[in-house]
Nanobody, 112 residues
Framework: QVQLVESGGGLVQPGGSLRLSCAAS????????MGWYRQAPGKQRELVAT???????NYADSVKGRFTISRDDAKKTVYLQMNSLKPEDTAVYYC??????WGQGTQVTVSS
């Protein structure tokens, strides 16, 4: 059984920053790709950023230059540093681990 536990969401003003964390536990022999997706109300879940060991991170165009994904394989944790947040970044953010493991989601709200 694999578990992903996210933390770090919350309410922030436009232009602010948040850092999300996702810790993996359970029957994991090695980490493959990890990343973050998000889902805003009334919209489909979309990719935000993914990280694969030995490869360059992959970002959605809408977050390039503002968000940074990083990982600590020893801690089985992936992070998402979000800077210059915009109201359109408001969504539930989900941690993802290949092949098809998902966290419970953490709410990020960007509002003044």
């Amino acid at each position: 059984q694999v578990q992903l536990v996210e933390s770090g969401g919350g309410l922030v003003q436009p232009g602010g920053s948040l850092r999300l964390s996702c810790a993996a536990s359970g029957n994991i022999y090695s980490l493959g790709s990890m990343g973050w997706y998000r889902q805003a109300p009334g919209k489909q879940r979309e990719l935000v950023a993914t990280s694969t060991r030995g490869d360059s991170p992959n970002y959605a165009d809408s977050v390039k230059g503002r968000f940074t994904i990083s990982r600590d394989d020893a801690k089985k944790t992936v992070y998402l540093q979000m800077n210059s947040l915009k109201p359109e970044d408001t969504a539930v953010y989900y941690c993802w681990l290949s092949a098809n493991y998902w966290g419970q989601g953490t709410q990020v709200t960007v509002s003044s």
